[in-house]
């Protein structure tokens, strides 16, 4: 493919290959390679007109349509850098991102504009927003400027400002559940470095289609964008609201490529497929933790012909891991190996690297690692680190420090060098003087089949330090029998593992801005409402 190094050269270079190839599908509106290249040209050249220094952060806050994807590239052609906020945020926490990224500023709708205009008089940093459209009504902002986008796509040709590839490319926000979101600060080399080597073992190519079904703020979302647009494929955008939405999208564009995260997985799997479906259907791939066995079994049942994709991947490295279709059989429990032009090490707290087999926390190092936390020393601190004296890839005569980032998680390695995911050193649970992962009760509750969702999580017990709790829905819309579910639990696991507390809910269980499965938010719910009893 090209020699890109800069995020919106994807678009460029395949314009100058394939001009007239379908680049970017909306609704029932598609954009060619040349026409969406031109779009990013003529807001580019309109954010420079507007005063858009280097570096200056332009916040977008859109569903997926064509706008978001325009702005994103087009603020990195300017010189500036992107940051995607999840539509479905509240004032609250878009104010939030807005005044902690300074941003300069912000694309949005002119039906968003009215719900966030209160929380924007707070933005400090904020002097331009740029509408999608005209007002139905004028909206107040002394201090902003309101601009139309067709006006800005009018704007004479003019070039942006030099840029090289460790310069800043994007923020991207992450769901928050330990507390505010944090920035992860991310360069063109991050974010290009990652799209070729996606690209690259999945095969991607100009006649490929993805379905962009993950939220653009999410790093596995853009993803979708940043591995087609260096492939020439087509993206599809979808804004779905049901499981089937997606189903239908897969169907009518006759998508050969979809990246989702475990919940949506365990959500279609339980949907009558098409057999068609696996005729174009080229993979699926899974990211953002463990998709459950019985799941992955159902789709393969569904998509015979359709190649697995287990990966892993971390926001502040932007992807990690992935394990390679054929080995779907033989260890379908695995997170993969390196994505190449990566390296992942387990390491123990002191530094030194664990043997086969041997739990320790995942580190990562390379050209994907990002730049760190956005306005946050100490916990920049905490995740980005030095590589310790004597790690693989470091040699002595090296007088430089290089940053890895170590990622909380726990995982262990096995004797041919596959990397199995154990747990957050944040969730684990310590129960009657043992150490439990919550994915791997998790795991068991779904291989009953009579599970539809499930978190398990500790709450303090003055006897087992933990006790186990699980939050659980029942399966296709059948009720979810408690007492036969601890029943399979105590068939299935040792006796420490076994939940003590099994609370039944209707589905589905409620999702962090990312589509996960809110496990924070659900286990705070329940520890308040069972301290609140008598």
Known sequence: MSKTSLLHELITASAERAPASPALTSGRDTLSYRE?????????????????????????????????????FAAARAGGAFVPVN?????????????????????????????????????????????????????????????LWADLLATPSRDGHRIIDSDLLSILYTSGSTGRPKGVVLSHRNMVAGAKSVASYLGNNPDDTLLAALPLSFDAGFSQLTTAFHSGARVVLLNYLLPQDVLKAVVREKVTGLTAVPPLYIQLAQLNWPETVTEHLRYFANTGGRMPLETLKTLRGHLPKTQP?????????????????????????????????????????????????????????????????????????ERFKPLPAGAPGRQTGLVL??????????VRRDEEGYLYFIGRRDEMMKTSGYRVSPTEVEE?????????????????????????????????????????????????MPAYMVPSVVDVRDGPLPRNPNGKIDRKTLSTEFEAANKAKP
């Not at 031109?38 to 952060?57: H, I, P, T, Y």
């Not at 939030?96 to 205009?117: F, G, Q, W, Y």
């Not at 420090?401 to 726990?410: C, K, L, R």
């Not at 509750?445 to 659980?472: D, H, K, M, R, S």
């Open 309 to 381: 994709f287990l990966m892993y991947g971390l926001t502040e490295a932007f992807r990690a891991t992935y394990l390679p279709p054929e080995q779907a059989d033989i260890r379908p429990d695995s997170i993969g190996k390196a994505i190449p032009d990566a390296e992942v090490l387990v390491l123990r707290e002191d530094g030194t690297e664990c043997g086969p087999n041997e739990p320790g926390e995942l580190v990562q190092r390379g050209a994907h690692v990002a730049m760190g936390y956005w306005n946050d020393v100490e916990k920049t601190a």
């Open 87 to 147: 539509p479905i945020l509240k004032s609250e926490q878009i104010g939030h991102i807005l005044r902690d990224c300074n941003a300069r500023v912000l694309v949005t709708s002119p039906e968003r504009l009215p719900l966030i205009a209160p929380a924007l008089e707070a933005c400090h940093d904020l002097r331009h927003v740029i509408l999608t459209g005209p007002l139905a009504k004028p909206v107040n902002l002394p201090a902003i400027s309101i601009v």
């Open 401 to 410: 420090p290089e940053i890895a980032v170590f990622s909380g998680d726990t």
């Open 444 to 492: 068991i509750l779904y291989a009953t089949g009579i599970v539809g969702e499930c978190i398990a999580f500790g709450v303090p017990n003055p006897t087992l330090g933990q006790a186990i709790c699980v939050i659980a829905t029942g399966k296709d819309g059948h009720p979810l029998d408690a007492a036969a579910l601890l029943n399979e639990c105590r068939q299935r």
């Open 36 to 72: 969406l290249d031109d779009q990013v040209g003529g807001l580019a050249s309109g954010l420079m007109a507007l005063g858009l220094d280097r570096g200056e952060r332009v916040g977008i806050f859109l569903d997926k349509r064509t706008e978001t994807v325009v702005a994103s």
